[in-house]
């Protein structure tokens, strides 16, 4: 059974937005106790200079 939904392409672009919105978000948020009490951001930052010695 094929469903046809109306507009599903911009329910799909609408989606992704809040996707991005929710996940820069969560990214710069609070410290995460995981992470050493650092931002997602922060702690990668911290790496970065790690992987571009290794390239």
């Known amino acids: 059974m094929t469903r046809h939904w109306p507009n599903w392409r911009s ?3 609408e989606a992704r ?9 969560y990214n710069r948020s609070g ?8 931002t997602p951001d922060e702690a990668y930052a911290v790496m970065l200079p790690t992987i571009e ?3």
């Open 11 to 13: 329910g799909f672009a």
């Open 17 to 25: 937005v809040s996707i991005m919105q929710y996940m820069d978000w």
């Open 31 to 38: 410290p995460h106790a995981s992470l050493g009490k650092k």
């Open 53 to 55: 010695l290794a390239a």
